[in-house]
């Protein structure tokens, strides 16, 4: 049933390499989440971001107001479309119709990146809406390079997969999770979308060292960097910390950050905010202070683009 | 902790990625997460000072509360009525019920007005499962596929003698709601909740709805029964002739020269056709 080791690359290579980031995005490197709650007032403003990303699940429908909105934001930023629900990390077969669901789209807006999760959400047809633990195991290896193969097949286009926020480990894995997306990056041709956040969230919360897994992650195979909030639980008397998207980056994920553009060079960097949704204002602070790092990075290596 | 794995400290080999996921899933939405099928899996998940069983909760928990926000947000108006702690246990029956069978949300809640409909708890507000019905109605017509309305010029170029054959096709996105209820007044009335408490009859009775969005512009329109009726009839690919026919079989005073008059305005549909000659405006 499943994908030998080697699974082939049923696309030429060429399909994998895309407008450069530079030349869609311009000199501003970094986007923000496009809420509903801001569609006018960023078509008022038009605020100097460098771009914005979409849920992509949020326009699947025919038409009305999410569409016509996206459109007119299109026109003057380019976005990026980040999936929550393909589940590739799922044992069984991919959704077919949400798969062309999301050609259309990516017909229709040309997004310069489209990503996914190191995840899966739900099995025999039924979808949790949850972002859910893999087992890093050769088998699971499998159906991920087997499934990101389908999806950069049916859109023609390179993908990139995130590495996701975690509550739990499972014993008896073949593979630490950087050794994972590392490894699925190079068998199925997909960049990785680093996500600071979760690294840092999923390292706290199974005492991992940030840092090592920053380091085993090779700069090319970065293609975009994600950033966003989280909030902190008290489990019986035990900390665990809970990926929300729904406050301000915190100071330690910022010192995260810095290390990472140091280690991997400048990417296109998101604010992400999904939840207790602030005003575009807080967005663009945020999304100044990630710009303020990166120069202060790229002045002192003098790095440019990676 | 499960007998089973107190059993055996010896190392342990994951189950397959299809059992461990499955496993998994009944217990995020299994009926009940005591299930002694639900323990196979908890071996497997390191504790490191925080049990298996509660860090599948946290999973549970979040896939609860996203899928329950997402129909609070279709819903406002069902939450408003039932309050939020009830709202929140008819989401948990509907979320355990009808879990999500597409991955995006914009198609999930359409099943949550019968559910509704059959749950014992909602007794007291008979209503409630129809004006479910019309907020999912709202819902698919923001969703739904753009459409130009039809406007009395585009039918310039007929003949008089071309009428009594002529088809109308409604808006591509128009939603039916009919109700025993004035769920329309009850849904108005909750647009604006902090505008004071105003009581809605249930006197008032009940509404015929047509849902339908012009552009970003979605209106709700009642219909007297006569017009409801010859409406429908033409969105059962009746022609006019024969659903004017048909109108005042049921409602001997129908005016159809005002009816029509008031559906071109309202912009109730999208286009006109001959069954037989398939010319169309």
Redesign the interface.
């Known amino acids: 049933m499943f994908a030998s080791s080697h699974a082939k690359q049923s696309f030429p290579r060429d399909f994998l390499s895309q407008p450069s980031f530079e030349k869609m995005v311009g000199e501003n490197m970094v986007g923000v989440s496009l809420k509903a709650q801001h569609y006018q007032t960023i078509l008022e403003q038009l605020p100097p971001l460098g771009w914005f990303e979409v849920h992509c ?2 326009y ?9 909105y996206l459109g007119r934001i299109a026109e003057n930023y380019p976005i990026s479309f980040h999936g ?4 590739l990390g ?3 077969r991919l ?1 077919k ?2 798969l062309f ?1 999301l050609r259309e789209l990516v017909d229709r807006y040309c997004p310069f990146l489209v990503s996914e999760h190191l995840a ?11 972002l ?2 893999m ?1 890093y ?1 050769a ?2 290896l499998d ?1 991920l390079v087997r499934h990101v193969d389908e999806m950069q097949t049916t859109l023609r286009r390179q993908i990139l997969i995130e590495n996701p926020s975690s ?7 073949d593979y630490d999770e950087a050794a994972f997306l590392v490894e699925l990056a190079r068998r199925s041709g997909c960049k990785i979308l680093l996500d600071i956040n979760n690294i840092y969230v999923s390292s706290c919360n ?2 991992w060292d940030a840092l090592a897994y920053l380091r085993s992650i090779p700069a090319d195979i970065v293609g975009e960097i994600h950033l966003a909030g989280h909030h902190v639980r008290q ?2 008397g ?1 900390e ?1 910390r ?1 990926d929300d998207h729904g406050s301000n980056v915190c100071e330690a994920v910022w010192a995260l950050f810095e290390n990472a553009v140091g280690m991997v060079g400048i990417k296109p960097t998101l604010v992400e905010w999904d939840s207790n949704v602030p005003s575009l204002l807080t967005l663009l602070q945020e999304a100044g202070r990630a710009s303020l790092i990166m120069d202060k990075i790229s002045d002192r290596v003098g790095c440019h683009g990676g | 902790m499960a007998d089973k794995c107190s059993l055996s400290e010896a ?4 189950p ?3 059992r ?3 496993s ?2 009944r217990n ?2 299994g009926h009940s997460h005591m299930d002694v099928d639900d323990k196979e899996l908890l ?4 504790e ?3 049990p ?1 069983g ?3 909760d ?2 549970r928990n ?2 609860f509360i ?2 329950r926000e ?1 129909l609070k947000a279709t819903f406002p108006v069902v939450c408003q009525l039932g309050g939020e702690d009830f709202f929140n246990m008819l989401a948990a029956a509907y979320i355990r019920q009808c ?9 999930y809640g359409d099943r949550f007005a019968a559910l509704i409909d059959e749950d014992k708890r909602t007794a007291s507000i008979p209503y409630l499962g129809d004006v479910a019905r019309l907020e999912w109605a709202w819902h698919c ?6 459409d130009t309305p039809l406007v009395a010029q585009d039918m310039q170029t007929l003949d008089d003698t071309d009428f009594p054959e002529i088809h109308f096709k409604l808006l591509a ?1 128009r939603q039916w709601v009919k109700s025993n209820y004035p769920v329309l007044h009850i849904w108005q009335i909750h647009q604006e909740p902090d505008e004071g408490m105003e009581m809605v009859s249930l006197e008032e009775g009940g509404c015929d709805l047509l849902v339908m ?1 012009h ?2 512009d979605i209106q709700i329109v009642n219909f007297a029964p006569d017009a409801a009726l010859f409406l429908r009839y033409l969105d059962h690919e009746k022609s006019l002739a024969d659903a004017t026919q048909l109108t005042q079989d049921a409602y001997a005073g129908f005016d159809l020269q005002s009816c029509l008059q008031e559906m071109l305005t309202l912009g109730v549909f999208s286009q006109f056709y001959f069954k037989d000659r398939r010319s169309q405006s």
């Open positions: 699940e949020n699947m429908g025919a038409g009305g107001a999410p569409h016509y929550v629900g393909m589940s799922s044992c069984q959704d119709d949400h669901k899966w959400c739900g099995t025999e047809q039924r979808y949790l809406n949850d859910l633990p087992p195991t088998e699971s159906v509550y739990l480990e499972y014993r008896g894995q199974h005492g489990w019986r035990q665990i809970i | 190392p342990l080999r994951l397959s990625l299809g461990l996921q499955s998994f899933q995020i939405i071996p497997f998940i390191i490191n000072g925080i298996a509660e860090r599948l946290i999973y979040n896939s996203t899928l997402a879990p999500p069978a597409k991955a995006s949300l914009i198609f017509c923001y969703h739904g596929q753009d996105n969005r552009e970003l």
